[in-house]
Each structure stands twice: as structure tokens, then as C-alpha cells.
Nanobody
């Protein structure tokens, strides 16, 4: 079955950086877009970033554009989220997700069929 395992979360001061990783198994990784979403306490899950199956296209939420970078290594079945200039409002549980359909890129949670368990990111002011 499909498994997505996130790592790299933690506590960081505002202005700092973190790098999240998501290791995937049980799917043809190089054929699916991968995304990151986040959910803060009391809020709905929101889109953060997505990368196409080849890595050639990326899209970001306006709130993270210029500060976060999504990338992937298809040889390692891993997707990354480099987060720089972190702000307290970035505090959330971050989820890795795999596209529901091969060779499709979406930014809505419904476009993704597989989810990781989440990793906590806390940014202190």
C-alpha cells in the first residue's frame, strides 16, 4: 500500500529555517505530483506547495512564495520542503500528499489521494 512518511519538523525561532522530507513507497513516484499542505489549530487544512512528477513545475501559496521551496528526488522517492524566513504564522502540522491521478497537477486537497501522518512545525516569536 502507499505510504508517505514525513520528517524534519520541530521548533525554530522566527527567521530560521527547516527542511521537511517525505519518503514515499508503494506508488510509481516519478509519475505523480507531490504536494505539501498544512493545518494550524482551529483552521482548515491549506495548500502550501506542489511539484509536478518530473519536478519541472512548481506552485506555491501566496503566503509562502519566496520563502519556501519544494523539490523532489525521484531516485530516492522523496519530496522536500525547504522553509526559510519562518514566521510564527507558519506554525502548523505539515502534511505530505501524493496526487490521486498520475500525470496531473492540482492544488486542492481533493486532487490528492494519499497523505502522510503529518509533522509538527512550531515557530516561536
Amino acid at each position: 500500500q502507499v505510504q508517505l512518511v514525513e520528517s524534519g519538523g520541530g521548533l525554530v525561532q522566527a527567521g530560521g529555517s527547516l527542511r521537511l522530507s517525505c519518503a514515499a513507497s508503494g506508488l510509481i513516484f516519478s509519475s505523480v505530483a507531490m504536494g505539501w499542505f498544512r493545518q494550524a489549530p482551529g483552521k482548515e487544512r491549506e495548500f502550501v506547495a506542489v511539484i509536478s512528477w518530473s519536478g519541472g513545475s512548481t506552485y506555491y501559496a501566496d503566503s509562502v512564495k519566496g520563502r519556501f521551496t519544494i523539490s523532489r528526488d525521484n531516485a530516492k522517492n522523496t519530496v522536500y520542503l525547504q522553509m526559510d524566513i519562518l514566521k510564527p504564522e507558519d506554525t502548523a502540522v505539515y502534511y505530505c500528499a501524493a496526487s490521486r491521478r498520475a500525470l496531473r497537477v492540482g492544488v486542492r486537497s481533493g486532487d490528492f489521494g494519499f497523505w502522510g501522518q503529518g509533522t509538527q512545525v512550531t515557530v516561536s516569536s
